[in-house]
């Protein structure tokens, strides 16, 4: 699935791997789509997002994502979509994420009809699963694709930002499309436990600073607290470190790039980088602007190594949070 936001892997996978069979439901996953607690007495629902707003009449039964987080978030909700995007950074072969395949078995669901994978949204596919409402709320689609798409069903955009949607927003709003407002709470206040808990057992991490980058075909980029892993982050006791707004040329919203002369600048407690393989782990830890920064020097840097472990907060929903909680907490606690 394409992502014209250069962060969604970021810029990083618009190099490295730009990240980002059937055409319906059976009878059995229509079942489970309604099920679940579902109160069809929410309906009419109205929706507000960046494109004006969206009226839902009634209460919807295939349900098509695209983008990210929204499926995630409509599994989690007990409803299986008949169609969702095509994932080739962290996916599968079929392009379907570890926590979205593990949910799928956990449900006992067939998997999706899998959107075309590629640079432009597929009307076509999407309009062959005949939904009854399709679900971008975290995307990039423009408002040009957002009334084609509301051609094929009701469609609800993201609210301000392009992909910039915070994953609690994405959990409420499609818990509202889909007439389970309460539920959607409820999972939102357990994630939430579930995060807050593991984090108090590693108070070491509790008000560090941190700087998060990625080097990649000539670009350092250093995230921004607007990029979801930088929220990922912080919701982790966290802070930011002041280095990266001193550095911040103003370029984008959620990152901003440096010159490797001035890596070393780039000061905290902790530095994470990210790399898909060992040997682009090893090919940064190398550099010699790499050996200057005192995080460094010091062993405090923290490496994310691995394409399902970067996707899973690139970025973070209710499904992936979980998913790749430990790990992340172990390797920056390593740092710490």
């Known amino acids: 699935m394409r992502s014209t936001r250069p962060v969604r892997l970021v810029a990083p996978l618009a190099v490295a791997a730009l990240l980002v069979t059937g055409c319906g439901s059976s009878e059995s996953d229509t079942d489970s789509s309604a099920a679940g607690g579902s109160s069809s007495g929410a309906f009419p629902v109205t929706i507000e997002h960046t494109f004006g707003e969206t009226v839902i009449d009634e209460q919807p039964v295939d349900v098509v994502t695209w983008g990210f987080g929204s499926t995630d978030a409509a599994l989690a909700l ?19 994420l570890p926590w979205i395949g593990e949910k799928l078995d956990e449900m006992g669901a067939e998997r999706p009809t899998m959107l075309p994978d590629g640079d432009e949204v597929p009307f076509e596919a999407i309009a062959a699963a005949q939904p009854d409402v399709i679900l971008a709320n975290y995307s990039g689609i423009t408002e040009e694709e957002y009334r084609t798409l509301s051609e094929i069903a009701p469609t609800v955009a993201y609210p ?79 802070t930011v470190a002041p280095s990266v707004t001193a550095l911040d040329s103003g370029e984008s919203t959620f990152y901003t790039t440096i010159s490797y002369e001035q890596v070393p600048e780039l000061t905290s407690d902790i530095l994470l980088s990210y790399a898909s393989t060992p040997e682009e782990a090893a090919t940064f830890d190398a550099q010699p602007y790499t050996q200057l920064m005192p995080q460094v020097q010091s062993g405090h840097h923290a490496t994310m190594i691995g394409t399902e472990a970067i996707a899973a907060v690139s970025p973070p929903t209710v499904l992936s949070l979980t998913y790749s909680l430990d790990d992340y907490l172990q390797v920056l606690s390593d740092a710490a």
């Open 78 to 96: 007990g409803v299986v979509p008949v169609a969702i995007p095509t994932q080739t950074y962290g996916g599968d072969a079929e392009g379907v």
């Open 160 to 238: 301000g930002e392009a992909w910039a949607t915070p994953w609690r927003d994405v959990v409420t709003t499609v818990g509202q499309a889909l007439g389970k407002a309460e539920e959607a709470e409820q999972l939102v206040a357990d994630t939430d436990k579930v995060i807050s808990d593991a984090a108090a057992e590693h108070p070491e991490l509790q008000g560090k600073t941190v700087a998060a980058v990625w080097d990649t075909a000539g670009t350092f980029y250093v995230y921004k607290p607007a990029d979801a892993r930088v929220e990922f982050l912080t919701d982790l006791g966290l």
